[in-house]
């Protein structure tokens, strides 16, 4: 009976231990992480830190997009692509017939063409002074054309041959 007595004490107590374990909050809490020591480095951190803030950028970033191709670089390929659609003198001259090719030939030996000598004490319509004297040469000329002869006798005429000799 003693053997019963204490098995049934055992197990009894047993049973109030696993009872009171059931009532009693757990103690097997979660540490707080901000007590916990750091695994990583120092210079681990600043490696995650700097890899993501390169990331950010590649994602918000949306210009140079062709690869590291500058845009004045582009620029001149379009330019010389449309270059090289032109087409060249040679391509030209191997197309025309023959014929013409023998006109352009007797043009370009017949001499040069001689230079226009400019007036360089003409006044200059864009400055004040040039422009009064412009208008005083041309009220000068009009008044020539309108005492003429010819302006009594045909005065579109005379009007039409003033304005050529003045365009000249």
């Given amino acids: 009976m003693v053997r019963k007595d204490s098995s049934k004490r055992t197990s009894i107590a047993s049973k109030i231990k696993e ?35 390169n990331e950010r950028i590649l994602a918000k970033t949306t210009f140079n997009l062709s690869g590291g ?12 692509a449309k270059e090289n659609l032109k087409p060249k003198m040679d391509d030209l001259l191997s197309s025309l017939p023959t014929e013409t090719l023998n006109l352009v030939d007797v043009k370009q030996s017949s001499g040069f063409i001689a230079a226009k000598n ?18 005083q040469m ?19 005429d005379a009007l ?5 000799n003045n365009q000249r």
């Fill in 160 to 164: 039409k041959q003033a304005i050529q």
């Fill in 138 to 156: 041309e009220n000068r000329q009009f008044n020539k054309v309108l005492t003429d002869k010819q302006f009594k006798a045909s005065p579109f």
């Fill in 19 to 53: 009872f009171r374990e059931e009532q009693e909050p757990k103690n097997d809490y979660e540490e707080n992480p901000l007590l916990k020591l750091s695994q990583t480095t120092k210079k681990e951190k600043q490696k995650n830190k700097t890899s993501d803030f």
């Fill in 69 to 80: 191709i500058s845009k004045s670089a582009t620029r001149r390929r379009k330019r010389k």
């Fill in 118 to 135: 400019k007036d360089a004490n003409k006044p200059n319509p864009q400055k004040q002074g040039g422009h009064a004297k412009l208008l």
